[in-house]
């Protein structure tokens, strides 16, 4: 989502006849419900009546990410109670996984949404009237506190919005975005996640694209080194009183030449790889990538 969202919710009142929802290529081409590939049966494309199951496993796996909470634990809602931030906090993972729904690509994988993963595919995005309506995006105009729709608004969303901007340059618009990724505690080390982000890399590959994503977790980028992303940029939300550092990572396309190459070195050392997983096994908690 652009950073004109704030105005667009601001003046969401105004009727715009003019617009409309804009398609999706990238989405449609695959069946909601079905498997995506031979290779990943248990990875499938999530539909809008599951929103809400989605929305849970990511509430669960954000509970207590910096960036999640930055909004909620402000200040000025200190007389809050732990139950009221909670539904707060489901409530906003249930407008973002609706807008991906509905522009975007939802995935999950493992047993009762194990794993959960919001991509904005290329071209797309959740800055247009229809989308902010139907998903409730508008509602965060109200129900954040002064504080928190300052740290969204004007904070949040233009960092996240010239960061990508500036980091993909002309790439930005034609770039496959990871813009959530979680995975239940009762799920992890599974192998879930990888398998969520491997179906779209693969895709970008083929298609020559790159894929981005920003992480608030010091762990993750290690973990998605492996997944051929790379750290291009640090950058810091600081209005509270402990600045929140998100990683910028990219990912560039891999030619099919060197995929191929990789899986060679990857059958030969393949004993020595089955004696490391056996001694231990990492596990893939969730991305910090919010909104596209």
């Given at each position: 989502m652009e950073k004109t969202i704030a105005a667009s919710v601001i003046s969401i009142v105004k009727?715009?006849?003019?617009?409309?929802?804009?398609?999706?290529?990238?989405?449609?081409?695959?069946?909601?419900?079905?498997?995506?590939?031979?290779?990943?049966?248990?990875?499938?494309?999530?539909?809008?009546?599951?929103?809400?199951?989605?929305?849970?496993?990511?509430?669960?796996?954000?509970?207590?990410?910096?960036?999640?909470?930055?909004?909620?634990?402000?200040?000025?809602?200190?007389?809050?109670?732990?139950?009221?931030?909670?539904?707060?906090?489901?409530?906003?993972?249930?407008?973002?996984?609706?807008?991906?729904?509905?522009?975007?690509?939802?995935?999950?994988a493992g047993p009762d949404y194990g794993c959960v993963a919001l991509w904005m595919p290329p071209g797309q995005?959740?800055?247009?009237?229809?989308?902010?309506?139907?998903?409730?995006?508008?509602?965060?105009?109200?129900?954040?506190?002064?504080?928190?729709?300052?740290?969204?608004?004007?904070?949040?969303?233009?960092?996240?919005?010239?960061?990508?901007?500036s980091v993909l340059g002309p790439r930005d618009g034609d770039s496959y975005y990871l813009v959530y990724v979680g995975t239940r505690a009762s799920a992890r080390g599974r192998g879930y996640a990888r398998k969520v982000i491997d179906e779209v890399t693969r895709r970008a590959d083929a298609e020559g694209r790159a894929c981005y994503l920003e992480s608030s977790n010091d762990v993750n980028p290690i973990i998605y080194g492996k997944l051929g992303f790379g750290v291009a940029k640090k950058v810091y939300l600081t209005r509270a009183e402990e600045a929140v550092e998100l990683d910028i990572m990219v990912r560039d396309p891999v030619r099919k030449e060197a995929a191929s190459g990789r899986e060679q070195e990857?059958?030969?050392?393949?004993?020595?790889?089955?004696?490391?997983?056996?001694?231990?096994?990492?596990?893939?908690?969730?991305?910090?990538a919010f909104i596209a």
């Amino acid at each position: 989502m652009e950073k004109t969202i704030a105005a667009s919710v601001i003046s969401i009142v105004k009727s715009n006849p003019s617009i409309q929802p804009s398609g999706a290529g990238h989405v449609k081409a695959i069946n909601a419900g079905r498997p995506l590939s031979p290779s990943d049966h248990d990875v499938r494309v999530v539909s809008l009546s599951e929103y809400k199951e989605a929305a849970a496993c990511l509430a669960e796996a954000f509970a207590d990410d910096h960036t999640a909470r930055y909004f909620i634990d402000t200040p000025d809602r200190e007389h809050w109670t732990d139950a009221q931030k909670w539904d707060l906090h489901v409530e906003m993972m249930e407008y973002i996984t609706y807008a991906h729904l509905l522009k975007g690509l939802v995935l999950t994988a493992g047993p009762d949404y194990g794993c959960v993963a919001l991509w904005m595919p290329p071209g797309q995005n959740m800055d247009d009237y229809p989308t902010i309506l139907r998903s409730g995006m508008w509602r965060l105009h109200y129900k954040l506190s002064c504080e928190g729709k300052a740290r969204f608004f004007s904070e949040f969303l233009p960092l996240l919005h010239e960061t990508k901007k500036s980091v993909l340059g002309p790439r930005d618009g034609d770039s496959y975005y990871l813009v959530y990724v979680g995975t239940r505690a009762s799920a992890r080390g599974r192998g879930y996640a990888r398998k969520v982000i491997d179906e779209v890399t693969r895709r970008a590959d083929a298609e020559g694209r790159a894929c981005y994503l920003e992480s608030s977790n010091d762990v993750n980028p290690i973990i998605y080194g492996k997944l051929g992303f790379g750290v291009a940029k640090k950058v810091y939300l600081t209005r509270a009183e402990e600045a929140v550092e998100l990683d910028i990572m990219v990912r560039d396309p891999v030619r099919k030449e060197a995929a191929s190459g990789r899986e060679q070195e990857k059958a030969a050392r393949k004993p020595l790889m089955q004696v490391k997983v056996a001694a231990g096994t990492q596990k893939l908690g969730s991305v910090r990538a919010f909104i596209a």
